[in-house]
């Protein structure tokens, strides 16, 4: 081991030195691929003015597995959510967000926070939602909407409460539609949901459901 005359291990500054020389060769690299890119420019493709968010929004929500149904009011979800909870054995339906527990207590409908059940049955999770984004027919929801992750990590199924006024064209839009609602309670996460979840490790074989949710419904009430 070689010292100098100041009592410093030259090895050891001499790997400080080399280890400096990889990090900023790694940021220069990381700035020279990235130094094109316009941040501010919307790179989706427009929405074509005769569909609107709202028919885009469905038709990619619906090419990615997902379930959607319409409803004119409040209280047609509430009586939907009558008829098909005991129909489907998703009772008791699991809830941990305060606005859907309100709206839930509103028309008597029963619901629990507690997220254990048998191994045969179904854990189906109501939940309202940050956002429906158009152009990847994506569901946004974070812990600040649910106060867990739980809700949308644990579900087998996963029912989301939207309104109409919830559609946004793209990402960007939906950063802004957030920040704007909760400007002093930052969500710790917010979670992209496009569809149920799908997985090629068995197999290579594509499979739903098998490591998330396996059937995701959106509910988009129409509040015009």
């Known amino acids: 081991m070689a010292w100098d005359n100041k009592g410093e291990n030259k090895d050891a500054t001499f790997k400080e030195q080399m280890l400096a020389k990889v ?11 990235f130094k094109d890119i316009d941040k501010r420019t919307e790179t989706w493709v427009p929405i074509k003015e005769e569909d609107g968010n709202a028919i885009t929004f469905v038709q990619n929500f619906k090419d990615h597995g997902g379930i959607f ?10 009586e939907c959510i009558k008829q098909l909870a005991p129909e489907n054995g998703w009772e008791p339906l699991w809830c941990t967000s305060p606005e859907m527990q309100n709206l839930l207590n509103k028309y008597g409908i029963a619901y629990t926070e507690d997220k254990d059940r048998e191994p045969t049955q179904k854990l189906v999770s109501l939940t309202g ?5 158009a152009q990847t027919g994506s569901i946004i ?5 649910t106060q867990t992750r739980d809700a949308y990590a644990l579900a087998d199924i996963l029912l989301v409460y939207a309104t109409t006024e919830q559609i946004v064209p793209g990402l960007r839009t939906a950063f802004q539609t957030l920040n704007k609602k909760r400007p002093n309670q930052k969500p710790s ?36």
């Open 23 to 33: 990090r900023n060769a790694l940021i220069e690299r990381q700035e020279a691929l």
């Open 69 to 78: 149904i319409y409803l004119e009011s409040e209280a047609e979800f509430a």
């Open 129 to 133: 939602c940050e956002c429906l984004v």
């Open 141 to 145: 929801l974070s812990d600040a909407l």
């Open 189 to 224: 996460q917010i979670t992209f949901i496009t569809g149920p979840s799908c997985s090629t490790s068995i197999e290579q074989t594509m499979v739903i459901g098998a490591s998330g949710i396996r059937q995701v419904a959106v509910f988009l009430v129409d509040e015009e």
